[in-house]
């Protein structure tokens, strides 16, 4: 059974950081991309971030680039978002997905395995 579980969410000031985590189990981890999306209440999933099964290519959405960093460590099972230069705008509940293979990258409904999200807040 695939499971994703993500972690390192709070309540943080304008300006402040996070690092979230998002940990995986019952699969190949090595083998597969990972991205990070964000909902807001009232707005739909929007991509933040995701980096190539080797590591080798990260993505991000224009909004984060410059403040977040996507990485990982496949002896972990393990992918990380680190989020520097927070903004209130940033405020929602981050999810990390795992694929095998992606055409868009960007897009949710290319990601069959989902975690629960975890909820972050920046007040400013």
């Known amino acids: 059974q695939v499971q994703l579980v993500e972690s390192g969410g709070g309540l943080v000031q304008a300006g402040g950081s996070l690092r979230l985590s998002c940990a995986a189990s019952?699969?190949?981890?090595?083998?597969?991309?990972v991205g990070w999306f964000r909902q807001a209440p009232g707005r739909e999933r929007e991509f933040v971030a995701a980096?190539?099964?080797?590591?080798?290519?990260?993505y991000y959405a224009d909004s984060v680039k410059g403040r977040f960093t996507i990485s990982r460590d496949n002896a972990k099972n393990t992918v990380y978002l680190q989020m520097n230069s927070l903004k209130p705008e940033d405020t929602a509940v981050y999810y990390c997905?795992?694929?095998?293979?992606?055409?868009?990258?960007?897009?949710?409904?290319?990601?069959?395995?989902w975690g629960q999200g975890t909820q972050v807040t920046v007040s400013s």
């Open positions: 019952g699969l190949t981890f090595s083998s597969y991309n």
């Open positions: 980096i190539t099964w080797s590591g080798r290519n990260t």
């Open positions: 997905a795992a694929s095998l293979s992606i055409a868009t990258i960007e897009r949710p409904a290319e990601y069959p395995y």
